[in-house]
């Protein structure tokens, strides 16, 4: 959970405009984020590293249907599109994982592939299940610099909620090496707690 911090930031005056007319979301380690009148989010940074890392992965990443799109950065926060739908791991205490949802998931991490991401992994908790079943990600951080070859944090998150199996049940359908792999990284994981 976060801790208390004091934020304090330069906004053009467009943002300042609709910050005052916008709607507190929450609160996570690396800054505050607000809901504005234009649909739109607001996320204010405790650190311009932190901000400068997701503003580059959002730029880049700008032409895939995963990621929201930027809208304005300035020093200390950026102005992105609002991610409708609910978080992954509290859409499991619900629902189950369908394969249609399972197939969402393994086409993400091979677009992560496709961007030459170096860290082809992610928390259950940053992505978003919408109406549809599509996939969007929120706070992308070190996609482009730390080395993780296989979505550990996503199965650890899928075993956590009991539906890893059938997650990997559909990544063997549809990629056999790819699930031998997989597997044996996350049971290696799970078990001994070997990265």
Known sequence: MAKNYCYSVNLSEKAEELLKQGEYLGEGHNGVVFLLPDNNVMKIFKSKDVLSDESS??????????????????????????????????????????????????????????LHFKRKDLRCKDIFVRSDMSLMIIDPKNNYEKEVNYPRHLMKGL???GVLEDFL???????????????????????????
């Open 57 to 114: 992965i959002l730029y880049r990443t700008r032409k895939s249907k995963y990621f929201p799109h930027i809208v304005e950065v300035g020093d200390y926060y950026i102005i992105r599109e609002y991610v409708e739908g609910e978080r992954l791991d509290k859409y499991l205490k619900q629902n189950s994982l369908n394969i249609k949802l399972s197939e969402n998931l393994l086409d993400l991490i091979e677009e992560f592939s496709r």
């Open 169 to 195: 049940n559909v990544v063997k359908q549809k990629d056999k090496k790819k699930y031998r792999l997989w597997k044996s990284k996350i049971n290696k994981y799970l078990k001994y707690h070997i990265k």
């Open 159 to 161: 075993s956590k909620a």
